[in-house]
């Protein structure tokens, strides 16, 4: 084990089964060139200091106590504390604000989680990265798929089911163009929102997540293929069936539109929960538009230690 050392996660971007991917489906999920950073120096003693921009804060392995702020830092730690021998001092770094729909979560919990496999000495396999930052996730959420996790442990593009857990992994690339649409509701509320009409409509529902989840492993066939024409035509799909279970609204429609109306656009739709947050575009954006363009780039990597 390194005195010091560093280790980086990137974000994510869902392009297929935001919803689905939560009642059993495929959902296909990319990371992206923004990462989260961990810059970690050890500790002679037993002491644990996280610093951010968001602040910072001081606690024991003996005694760790939590903050809002660093939950699932801290929740991480927690949870692997019986193979850390010593403190350490722990500074975030990020690529991209907590505000926009990129996963900072995710990002910050494989990080995190990576970090701690490193301070203990263990093998850093990425599947077992990937379960312990899962169990992470799922202390503080309750619900959650691990696709996001998935996409910052492993990088490149994800065709990614809960069960039976399916983690496939494609290299490809191809430009996007990601739009934020000012605005972003917790994920966990509009799961909720989904999930109070999908209980009024079960059947009609179980039919749209199906939907999304074989555009997914279709769209996951055409990645492989080079067909991102077809790829395209599957986003405008499905930005339909992300309308049809009422995440959808007025300022991510004109995005979808403003998009569509682009010439090197082969398609777009709501990336992530919905109700707010971003549209994403397959392929390139020629003029500005009256909202905020990220530039986020498709990354082959996930985890990577310096």
């Not at 059947?203 to 074989?214: H, P, Q, R, V």
Request: charged residues 20%; positive net charge.
């Amino acid at each position: 084990m390194r005195g010091s050392f560093k280790v980086s996660a990137p974000g994510k971007l869902f392009l297929f089964g935001e919803h689905a991917v939560l009642h059993g489906q495929s959902a296909l999920v990319c990371a992206v060139t923004q990462c989260m950073s961990i810059i970690v120096k050890m500790r002679p003693d037993s002491s644990v200091r996280i610093f951010s921009d968001l602040g910072e804060f001081y606690t024991d392995l003996q005694n760790i106590q939590s903050h809002p702020q660093f939950r699932f830092v801290l929740s991480a730690v927690s949870s692997q504390v019986k193979y850390l021998r010593t403190g350490f001092d722990l500074r975030i770094e990020s690529d991209f604000s907590a505000n926009v729909g990129l996963g900072s979560s995710a990002a910050v919990t494989a990080a995190t989680t990576a970090a701690l496999f490193e301070m203990s000495s263990r093998e850093r396999k990425p599947l077992d990265i990937f379960q312990a930052g899962l169990e992470t996730v799922r202390k503080i959420q309750g619900t959650a798929s691990g696709a996001d996790l998935a996409a910052a442990v492993f990088g490149g593009i994800i065709l990614y089911r809960m069960k039976p857990l399916t983690i496939e992994k494609s290299d490809k690339k191809y430009p996007l163009a990601v739009v934020y649409s000012g605005t972003k509701l917790p994920t966990t509320k509009v799961i909720n929102i989904v999930e109070e009409k999908r209980q009024r409509h079960p059947k009609l529902f179980a039919s749209i997540f199906e939907l999304m989840g074989k555009s997914a492993v279709q769209a996951a066939e055409a990645i492989k293929k080079n067909k991102w024409q077809k790829v395209g035509e599957l986003l405008n799909i499905n930005q339909g069936l992300m309308d049809a279970i009422g995440v959808n609204n007025r300022v991510l429609s004109e995005i979808v539109y403003l998009l569509r109306r682009e010439p090197e656009i082969l398609g777009a739709k709501i990336s992530g929960s919905g109700l707010g947050d971003c549209v994403v575009g397959l392929g390139s954006i020629q003029q500005d538009l009256s909202y905020q363009i990220l530039p986020v780039e498709i990354s082959a990597e996930g985890i990577v230690f310096e």
